[in-house]
């Protein structure tokens, strides 16, 4: 048993899951207080995952699991095949798609600071946009949210996969450790990660309490 998810990585992951639920039901049953405060940490712990993705954890470093198309695609036709090997961390196609599931929260969470309902809800910052603008920022935040449901979908389907063929991904998820990897330990202590997650959720109470 080697250690390859560092705590931050592993909250990340079921916290942004949680989260992303919450944010569905809160805007579906019209409690938007809720919803803005849910997206709020959301993107605290977004802007962190990013950051920790340059000094983190070597599991945790886009460095360490994107890799070129090419490379990816070879693995993809490897894993059909049933000759992929084990990976300490993401796999080349994991590790894309970690990239568009950060991508496509980004964009969720940029547009929502944007939108209006024209009537009793805006975004913090949707004062600084036409109303126009607006507009179609609202209409973009509801379309890419079905993007990020689909993408779900293809993520769990990808892991029961997986599961399939032998692999503990989801205990992994929850203990950080993974079966039948060589070398030491990828995980570094998160409390960097943590500190800086707790920081950027105060300056976003701060910012968000304040008006700005």
């Known amino acids: 048993m080697v250690k390859v998810w560092d705590s931050f990585i592993r909250g990340f992951h079921w916290g942004q899951l949680l989260l992303l639920v919450g944010c569905w039901w809160s805007a579906e049953a019209g409690e938007m207080v809720w919803h803005q405060w849910l997206a709020m ?50 796999n080349p196609l994991g590790g894309w798609m970690v990239l568009v599931l950060l991508a496509v ?18 975004g913090p910052l949707s004062h600084l946009v036409s109303v126009e603008t607006a507009t179609w920022l609202t209409r973009l935040h509801h379309l890419n949210f079905d993007f990020i449901v689909w993408l779900g979908l293809a993520h769990l389907l990808a892991v029961i ?19 039948g990897i060589d070398g030491p330990s990828q995980v570094r202590g998160s409390w960097p990660a943590w500190f800086c997650f707790l920081l950027l959720w105060g300056l976003l109470y701060w910012s968000w309490g304040s008006g700005l």
């Open 41 to 90: 940490t959301l993107l605290a712990f977004w802007l962190t995952r990013i950051l920790w993705g340059f000094v983190g954890s070597a599991s945790a470093r886009f460095s360490h699991f994107v890799v070129s198309p090419a490379k990816a695609f070879a693995y993809g036709r490897a894993l059909a095949r049933g000759q992929a090997p084990a990976t300490a961390g993401h």
């Open 105 to 122: 929260v980004g964009i969720q969470l940029g547009s929502g600071l944007f939108a209006s309902d024209e009537i009793f809800t805006e």
């Open 161 to 179: 996969l997986h599961c399939a063929k032998g692999e503990r991904l989801v205990p992994a998820m929850f203990t950080g450790r993974k079966r």
